[in-house]
DNA sequence: GTGAAAATGATTATCATTATCGTTATCACA
DNA sequence: TGTGATAACGATAATGATAATCATTTTCAC
């Protein structure tokens, strides 16, 4: 089956070579915002001459393209995810590394307030929630 | 004059070296945020053997101390400031890399509500609002 | 002053990511 | 269907920020 990623792949009149259909089924494979060598791993499941600086380019491209999202949480290595339709935030669990996603529109509205109040335009945030479970 | 941080730093029990004095004054002497070379530069003003490892090594102490916060606005290079008493988040001009810092209690109280809807206990968070001036 | 422990400076190692470059695949068109 | 131009690929080297190592120097309690 074609993942929603091949079908916007090939939308953006790209090459949809064999390496970029595989890392985009990759991603849509693996589930929470994957690492890169996530990614390389489960595309070599497919073909294991996949190489890693093809996974490092086609991120890159993809996400210049607007197709992913990449993520640095926590200072580590990047994460990506499919780009939503609607933007949203994460709760990061300290311990697993596990996010939850979520959507405030109060947050979101102060923040282009506390923007503008400052005589600026808000172009873009990143804000992360750091968490753990409540018995611990 | 000793600086604020020079106190913080002896106040721990904490070797006050001549390194160590340099470092935390080049770090007060610095408006917005200094990178670890910029604070290098500044210190090599004062004493031009100063090692970058001395450098690298004495700002994570003085993070793990409390004494620093450290910031990695915009996936660079790492940035350091003084740790302030009140929790503060930043604006960051996209063009400058000038930063503003503000506290919105609306906002951190909603943060804190959001991890608790999902069972979660916050542990902190990290809140950046990318800007540009109006006029652009 | 002396010796153990800590800190420093110089240098090397690490790790994620990007650049390079020779080879291979793709595509428009004859 | 061949053919060249161009794009993409794989292997590998380079980069850049930060951490680790280790021999030397400094500090401090005695
Ligand atoms: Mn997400
Ligand atoms: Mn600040
Ligand atoms: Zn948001
Ligand atoms: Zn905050």
């Given amino acids: 089956m074609e993942s929603r990623l091949e079908k916007r792949v090939s939308n953006t009149g790209l090459r949809l070579t064999a390496q970029r259909r595989i890392i985009a089924r990759a991603i ?15 595309a070599l499941e497919t073909n294991p001459n996949i190489s890693i600086a093809t996974v490092y380019r086609t991120l ?6 607007g197709l992913l999202d990449k993520h640095e949480f926590n200072q580590s290595r990047a994460r990506y995810e499919e780009a939503t339709e609607n933007h949203h935030d994460h709760l990061i669990d300290i311990e697993t590394g596990k996010t939850i996603e979520f959507h405030d529109k109060e947050i979101e509205a102060l923040q282009k ?24």
Avoid: T
């Fill in 28 to 42: 849509c494979l693996i589930e929470d915002h994957p690492s890169v060598d996530e990614i390389h791993r489960k």
């Fill in 60 to 65: 890159r491209l993809f996400e210049e393209l």
């Fill in 113 to 136: 307030e506390i923007a503008n109040e400052n005589g600026l335009r808000l172009i873009g945030h990143r804000m992360e929630l750091y968490v753990r479970p409540l018995g611990s």
